[in-house]
């Protein structure tokens, strides 16, 4: 089975069958307290689910820096202590997914908020040969106050406003992966968070004088 987590907009964990079927699910929709929360939700989605965990499937954003990162870390530390492998899925992916399995025709842009007043918005059309939402472009800022319809981006496209990330279907997303025959590279591309834009903290150049 595999363990799913997201923390780029609230915080949900679920656990999926190699199938997609959903075995057990377990979130928050608080967008701050990601720390606080992810252990709890772990705990339970495993104790409903009742273990066999072979993959962890780790939602790797668009997200804002502090929130996204919790969840990629309790991805890793979980798979790290189990000797398991991390599925990195694009979390607009698993939206695009839910919105195709709704009856999506045509091109349509997945938007989540970024915080600072920007939504973070990927372009799909339809699905590939693996049965995965084919993204034709993105993910890119824009701001909150932008006409989407008149963006060259978007042209054409259906918007949709996704409030959260569920989950199960970023399990359900590295359930289409495996079946195709995903394998983990080992390369760090593969595993880099979709951030977007730097982080508020920045290391300082200047080393502090110290005195005796």
Do not use: C
Not at 108 to 126: L, S
Not at 174 to 195: D, I, K, S
């Amino acid at each position: 089975m595999i363990l799913a987590i997201d923390t780029s907009i609230g915080s949900t964990v679920a656990v999926v069958e190699p199938d997609g079927a959903v075995r057990a699910v377990a979130q928050s929709e608080n967008t701050l307290g990601h720390a606080e929360i992810i252990g709890t939700l772990l705990e339970r989605a495993l104790d409903e689910a009742g273990g066999g965990i072979t993959h962890v499937a780790a939602g790797m954003g668009p997200g804002a820096f502090t929130g996204l990162r919790i969840g990629i870390a309790a991805a890793r530390a979980f798979a790290l202590g189990r000797g398991l492998p991390v599925v990195p899925v694009p979390s607009h992916d698993a939206a695009a997914l839910g919105h195709l399995d709704a009856g999506a025709s045509g091109p349509f842009a997945i938007v989540t908020d970024a915080r600072r007043r920007e939504n973070a918005v990927t372009v799909y059309d339809g699905v590939d040969g693996r049965g995965l939402p084919r993204r034709v472009a993105g993910p890119e800022l824009r701001p909150q106050t932008a006409d989407l319809s008149a963006d060259p981006l978007t042209s054409g496209a259906e918007i949709v406003h996704a409030p959260s990330i569920r989950a199960a279907d970023v399990g359900r997303v590295a359930a289409l992966m495996l079946a195709a025959g995903w394998q983990p590279t080992g390369g760090l591309a593969e595993t880099e968070p979709l951030y977007l834009r730097s982080p508020d903290v920045t290391v300082g150049h200047a080393p502090k004088k110290v005195r005796a």
